[in-house]
């Protein structure tokens, strides 16, 4: 649970720092997608 709500606050501290650069948090959060949709097929 504090692993959990410390990676949270990481994220949390990391969106707010990156508010500005949103397109760019955006990307990187759908290239992320991508590579978990990969691997979810590949292990299938």
Same mark, same amino acid.
């Given at each position: 649970?504090?692993? +959990?709500?410390?990676?949270l +606050?990481i994220f949390?501290?990391l969106a707010?720092? +990156?508010?500005? *650069?949103f397109?760019?948090l955006?990307? &990187?959060?759908?290239?992320?997608? *991508?590579v978990? +949709?990969q &691997?979810?097929?590949?292990i299938?």
């Amino acid at each position: 649970m504090t692993g +959990l709500t410390r990676t949270l +606050l990481i994220f949390f501290d990391l969106a707010w720092r +990156l508010r500005i *650069n949103f397109p760019y948090l955006y990307i &990187v959060a759908s290239m992320m997608l *991508n590579v978990r +949709l990969q &691997v979810h097929i590949e292990i299938h």
